[in-house]
Protein backbone atom coordinates (compact mmCIF):
# COMPACT_ATOMS: atom_id res chain seq x y z
CA UNK A 1 0.00 0.00 0.00
CA UNK A 2 1.59 3.03 -0.88
CA UNK A 3 -1.28 5.62 0.63
CA UNK A 4 -1.25 7.67 3.29
CA UNK A 5 -1.30 5.67 6.62
CA UNK A 6 -2.64 6.95 9.91
CA UNK A 7 -2.35 4.51 13.56
CA UNK A 8 -4.55 4.11 15.31
CA UNK A 9 -7.66 4.62 12.87
CA UNK A 10 -9.92 4.56 16.56
CA UNK A 11 -8.91 5.81 20.06
CA UNK A 12 -10.83 6.17 23.31
CA UNK A 13 -9.42 8.30 25.97
CA UNK A 14 -10.94 9.72 29.06
CA UNK A 15 -10.37 13.55 29.75
CA UNK A 16 -7.49 14.73 30.66
CA UNK A 17 -5.51 12.32 29.11
CA UNK A 18 -2.10 12.18 26.70
CA UNK A 19 -2.74 11.01 22.86
CA UNK A 20 -0.44 10.55 20.35
CA UNK A 21 -1.55 10.01 17.08
CA UNK A 22 1.11 9.19 14.05
CA UNK A 23 0.88 9.58 10.52
CA UNK A 24 3.01 8.17 7.16
CA UNK A 25 3.08 10.04 4.28
CA UNK A 26 3.08 8.74 0.82
CA UNK A 27 7.28 8.11 0.25
CA UNK A 28 8.60 11.21 -1.10
CA UNK A 29 6.39 13.12 -0.68
CA UNK A 30 7.98 16.54 1.00
CA UNK A 31 4.83 18.44 2.66
CA UNK A 32 2.51 17.09 5.08
CA UNK A 33 -0.28 18.39 6.65
CA UNK A 34 -2.67 17.66 9.51
CA UNK A 35 -6.57 18.32 9.77
CA UNK A 36 -9.26 18.17 12.25
CA UNK A 37 -12.62 17.39 11.12
CA UNK A 38 -15.62 17.37 13.48
CA UNK A 39 -19.20 15.97 12.82
CA UNK A 40 -21.16 17.50 9.69
CA UNK A 41 -18.30 20.16 8.88
CA UNK A 42 -15.26 20.28 6.20
CA UNK A 43 -11.83 19.11 7.73
CA UNK A 44 -10.25 22.14 8.99
CA UNK A 45 -6.34 22.93 9.09
CA UNK A 46 -3.94 22.79 11.97
CA UNK A 47 -0.66 22.53 10.74
CA UNK A 48 1.96 21.67 8.04
CA UNK A 49 5.20 20.58 7.65
CA UNK A 50 8.05 21.17 4.39
CA UNK A 51 10.40 18.14 5.22
CA UNK A 52 11.03 18.28 9.01
CA UNK A 53 10.16 22.08 9.75
CA UNK A 54 6.96 23.00 11.06
CA UNK A 55 6.17 26.25 8.72
CA UNK A 56 2.86 26.98 9.83
CA UNK A 57 0.58 26.53 12.95
CA UNK A 58 -3.73 27.06 12.91
CA UNK A 59 -4.65 29.46 16.16
CA UNK A 60 -7.06 26.14 16.16
CA UNK A 61 -3.89 24.33 17.41
CA UNK A 62 -3.69 25.46 21.17
CA UNK A 63 -0.95 25.29 23.36
CA UNK A 64 -2.10 21.75 24.51
CA UNK A 65 -1.08 20.25 20.48
CA UNK A 66 2.30 19.61 19.35
CA UNK A 67 3.31 17.84 15.94
CA UNK A 68 6.52 16.55 15.09
CA UNK A 69 8.04 15.10 12.32
CA UNK A 70 11.90 14.42 13.23
CA UNK A 71 13.06 12.97 10.00
CA UNK A 72 11.12 14.48 7.21
CA UNK A 73 9.35 11.19 6.83
CA UNK A 74 6.29 10.03 9.67
CA UNK A 75 4.60 12.51 11.81
CA UNK A 76 2.88 12.52 15.47
CA UNK A 77 0.51 14.73 16.44
CA UNK A 78 0.23 14.84 20.61
CA UNK A 79 -2.65 16.41 22.95
CA UNK A 80 -1.72 16.65 26.03
CA UNK A 81 -4.55 16.78 28.53
CA UNK A 82 -7.17 15.96 26.52
CA UNK A 83 -10.88 17.48 26.39
CA UNK A 84 -14.01 16.57 25.22
CA UNK A 85 -14.10 19.13 22.58
CA UNK A 86 -11.04 17.69 21.03
CA UNK A 87 -13.15 14.70 20.05
CA UNK A 88 -13.09 14.68 16.17
CA UNK A 89 -11.26 12.97 13.46
CA UNK A 90 -7.74 13.93 12.42
CA UNK A 91 -6.80 13.52 9.06
CA UNK A 92 -3.31 13.34 7.54
CA UNK A 93 -2.31 14.39 4.00
CA UNK A 94 0.56 14.84 2.54
CA UNK A 95 1.90 15.96 -1.20
CA UNK A 96 4.88 16.54 -3.39
CA UNK A 97 5.66 20.13 -3.75
CA UNK A 98 7.04 19.57 -7.51
CA UNK A 99 6.42 17.09 -10.26
CA UNK A 100 3.64 15.91 -12.44
CA UNK A 101 0.94 14.96 -9.68
CA UNK A 102 1.60 17.46 -6.67
CA UNK A 103 -2.21 16.89 -5.38
CA UNK A 104 -2.84 16.66 -1.51
CA UNK A 105 -3.65 12.81 -0.72
CA UNK A 106 -5.46 11.96 2.68
CA UNK A 107 -5.11 9.19 5.29
CA UNK A 108 -8.04 7.24 6.52
CA UNK A 109 -7.99 9.42 9.75
CA UNK A 110 -7.92 8.88 13.38
CA UNK A 111 -11.25 8.92 15.33
CA UNK A 112 -10.45 10.23 18.50
CA UNK A 113 -13.49 9.91 20.99
CA UNK A 114 -12.77 11.66 24.55
CA UNK A 115 -15.20 10.55 27.44
CA UNK B 1 -10.07 36.42 4.44
CA UNK B 2 -11.27 33.01 2.41
CA UNK B 3 -14.12 31.16 2.68
CA UNK B 4 -16.12 28.58 0.37
CA UNK B 5 -19.65 27.72 1.25
CA UNK B 6 -21.54 24.96 -0.03
CA UNK B 7 -24.90 26.65 0.57
CA UNK B 8 -26.87 22.31 -0.08
CA UNK B 9 -26.42 20.51 3.52
CA UNK B 10 -28.12 17.22 1.83
CA UNK B 11 -29.14 16.30 -1.60
CA UNK B 12 -31.47 13.13 -2.34
CA UNK B 13 -31.80 12.04 -6.04
CA UNK B 14 -33.04 8.77 -7.47
CA UNK B 15 -30.79 7.24 -9.66
CA UNK B 16 -29.62 7.91 -13.52
CA UNK B 17 -31.11 11.53 -11.82
CA UNK B 18 -28.22 14.63 -12.93
CA UNK B 19 -27.66 16.44 -9.86
CA UNK B 20 -25.22 19.82 -9.78
CA UNK B 21 -23.54 20.12 -6.01
CA UNK B 22 -22.88 24.07 -5.62
CA UNK B 23 -20.08 25.77 -4.21
CA UNK B 24 -19.10 29.39 -4.17
CA UNK B 25 -15.72 30.90 -2.76
CA UNK B 26 -14.19 33.93 -1.37
CA UNK B 27 -11.06 35.41 -1.71
CA UNK B 28 -8.92 38.46 -2.27
CA UNK B 29 -6.19 36.63 -3.76
CA UNK B 30 -5.71 37.04 -7.55
CA UNK B 31 -3.85 33.53 -7.78
CA UNK B 32 -5.99 30.39 -6.33
CA UNK B 33 -6.89 27.05 -6.82
CA UNK B 34 -10.13 25.44 -5.98
CA UNK B 35 -10.68 21.05 -5.40
CA UNK B 36 -13.55 18.73 -5.05
CA UNK B 37 -12.84 15.70 -2.81
CA UNK B 38 -15.13 12.96 -2.18
CA UNK B 39 -15.67 11.32 1.20
CA UNK B 40 -17.43 8.03 1.03
CA UNK B 41 -18.89 6.17 3.98
CA UNK B 42 -15.80 4.71 4.67
CA UNK B 43 -14.60 8.35 5.76
CA UNK B 44 -11.10 8.91 3.37
CA UNK B 45 -11.15 11.98 1.04
CA UNK B 46 -10.80 11.25 -2.50
CA UNK B 47 -9.37 13.76 -4.80
CA UNK B 48 -11.32 14.48 -7.82
CA UNK B 49 -9.92 17.49 -9.40
CA UNK B 50 -7.73 20.64 -8.88
CA UNK B 51 -8.33 23.96 -10.98
CA UNK B 52 -6.18 27.66 -10.80
CA UNK B 53 -7.83 31.03 -11.19
CA UNK B 54 -6.49 31.06 -14.39
CA UNK B 55 -7.60 28.48 -16.38
CA UNK B 56 -12.01 28.58 -16.55
CA UNK B 57 -12.47 26.14 -19.01
CA UNK B 58 -15.23 23.51 -17.79
CA UNK B 59 -13.59 20.20 -16.97
CA UNK B 60 -15.27 16.53 -17.71
CA UNK B 61 -14.45 13.64 -16.22
CA UNK B 62 -16.93 10.48 -17.26
CA UNK B 63 -19.65 11.32 -15.79
CA UNK B 64 -18.20 14.35 -13.90
CA UNK B 65 -17.95 17.75 -15.16
CA UNK B 66 -17.26 20.70 -13.37
CA UNK B 67 -17.77 24.49 -14.11
CA UNK B 68 -15.80 27.45 -12.83
CA UNK B 69 -17.26 30.56 -13.18
CA UNK B 70 -14.89 33.88 -11.81
CA UNK B 71 -17.41 35.85 -12.19
CA UNK B 72 -19.71 34.72 -9.99
CA UNK B 73 -17.14 33.05 -7.72
CA UNK B 74 -18.65 29.77 -7.99
CA UNK B 75 -17.15 26.40 -9.04
CA UNK B 76 -19.86 24.02 -9.33
CA UNK B 77 -19.99 20.06 -9.91
CA UNK B 78 -22.35 18.04 -11.70
CA UNK B 79 -23.11 13.92 -11.60
CA UNK B 80 -24.75 12.97 -14.96
CA UNK B 81 -26.79 10.15 -14.71
CA UNK B 82 -25.96 9.38 -11.15
CA UNK B 83 -25.43 5.78 -9.58
CA UNK B 84 -25.85 4.66 -6.21
CA UNK B 85 -22.34 4.43 -5.52
CA UNK B 86 -21.93 8.02 -6.16
CA UNK B 87 -23.50 8.66 -2.32
CA UNK B 88 -21.04 10.21 -0.73
CA UNK B 89 -20.33 13.67 1.23
CA UNK B 90 -18.19 16.41 -1.52
CA UNK B 91 -16.29 18.60 -0.58
CA UNK B 92 -15.30 21.72 -2.05
CA UNK B 93 -11.80 23.46 -1.22
CA UNK B 94 -9.87 26.79 -1.82
CA UNK B 95 -6.20 27.38 -1.58
CA UNK B 96 -4.49 30.34 -2.35
CA UNK B 97 -1.76 30.42 -4.87
CA UNK B 98 1.41 31.93 -5.41
CA UNK B 99 3.48 30.93 -3.11
CA UNK B 100 6.20 28.11 -3.01
CA UNK B 101 5.37 24.75 -4.32
CA UNK B 102 1.97 26.19 -6.30
CA UNK B 103 -0.39 26.06 -3.39
CA UNK B 104 -0.63 25.17 0.35
CA UNK B 105 -3.33 24.31 2.69
CA UNK B 106 -7.10 23.68 2.26
CA UNK B 107 -9.94 25.83 3.23
CA UNK B 108 -12.90 23.19 2.87
CA UNK B 109 -16.60 23.97 3.09
CA UNK B 110 -19.03 21.76 5.09
CA UNK B 111 -19.58 19.61 2.70
CA UNK B 112 -22.53 18.37 0.60
CA UNK B 113 -24.17 15.05 1.59
CA UNK B 114 -25.36 13.16 -1.51
CA UNK B 115 -27.68 10.24 -1.32
CA UNK B 116 -28.63 8.44 -4.57
CA UNK B 117 -31.60 6.01 -4.10
CA UNK B 118 -31.85 3.41 -6.36
Known amino acids: DTGVSQDPRHKITKRGQNVTFRCDPI?????LYWYRQTLGQGPEFLTY????????KSRLLSDRFSAERPKGSFSTLEIQRTEQGDSAMYLCASRAVSGRDNEQYFGPGTRLTVT | AQKVTQAQTEISVVEKEDVTLDCVYETRDTTYYLFWYKQPPSGELVFLIR??????QNEISGRYSWNFQKSTSSFNFTITASQVVDSAVYFC???????????????FGAGTRLAVHP
Open chain 1, 49 to 56: FQNEAQLE
Open chain 1, 27 to 31: SEHNR
Open chain 2, 93 to 107: ALSEGGVSGGYNKLI
Open chain 2, 51 to 56: RNSFDE
